[in-house]
């Protein structure tokens, strides 16, 4: 079935770091990808996404791109900020039909100053 | 705009006892869909709805009932609350029932069931 593994957490970085969180899914056809910010306390905010091969996904200095090759969906920034702790879920939307979202199990992102 | 909505934010139960926990969008989004939250598994999808009378399962439905009797509202039903079902429920919409189309979500709700 379609599934998604994203890394696990926590991730602890300093202000300014690069930061990676790593994604690759199972699916068959072609899924659109996402993903999606949980600040403490909230609801899922969406970040960025991608619906087709080889799109980048990019919001808040956040860039993601589809890769078909490798079924992955990496998350990368380049200068992390305190403000940027949170927890990150990659998901898919099963392109069997509808909008049901596929996610993975989220990577705690902390930033220290 | 609001976007969604949910209440309460928190509920504590005791097992057995029924209670329904309530979604409302103002964005006259046709799909809605409830997910819970459990910690080292991501969100999981309990039922969905791609308009007003239509409804159907996720991946999780059991113990969950749900209807759409208009397009706003989309409440989910604990029939008999057990402990398993101690989560954060959380309510999405979206413009349409296309993949691809975001999802918005509600602030969530945290159940406890003792």
């Known amino acids: 079935g379609n599934s998604v593994t994203q890394m696990e957490g926590p991730v602890t970085l300093s202000e300014e770091a690069f930061l990676t969180i790593n994604c690759t899914y199972t699916?068959?056809?072609?899924?659109?990808l996402f993903w999606y910010v949980q600040y403490p306390g909230e609801g899922l905010q969406l970040l960025l996404k991608?619906?087709?091969?080889?799109d980048k996904g990019s919001n808040k200095g956040f860039e993601a791109t589809y890769r078909k090759e490798t079924t992955s969906f990496h998350l990368e920034k380049g200068s992390v900020q305190v403000s940027d702790s949170a927890v990150y879920f990659c998901?898919?939307?099963?392109?069997?039909?509808?909008?049901?979202?596929?996610f993975g199990a989220g990577t705690r992102l902390a930033v220290h100053p | 705009n609001a976007g969604v909505t949910q209440t309460p934010k928190f509920q504590v139960l005791k097992t057995g006892q029924s209670m329904t926990l309530q979604c409302a969008q103002d964005?006259?989004?046709?799909?809605m869909s409830w997910y819970r939250q459990d910690p080292g598994m991501g969100l999981r999808l309990i039922h969905y709805?791609?308009?007003?009378?239509?409804?159907d399962q996720g991946e999780v439905p059991n113990g969950y009932n749900v209807s759409r009797s208009t397009t706003e509202d989309f409440p989910l039903r604990l029939l008999s609350a057990a402990p398993s079902q101690t989560s954060v429920y959380f309510c999405?919409?979206?413009?349409?029932?296309?993949?691809?189309?975001?999802?918005?979500f509600g602030p969530g709700t945290r159940l406890t069931v003792l």
């Open positions: 999405a919409s979206s413009q349409a029932g296309t993949s691809g189309d975001t999802q918005y």
């Open positions: 699916a068959t056809g072609y899924p659109s």
């Open positions: 991608a619906t087709k091969a080889d």
């Open positions: 998901a898919l939307s099963d392109p069997g039909g509808y909008n049901k979202l596929i």
């Open positions: 964005m006259n989004h046709e799909y």
């Open positions: 709805s791609v308009g007003a009378g239509i409804t």
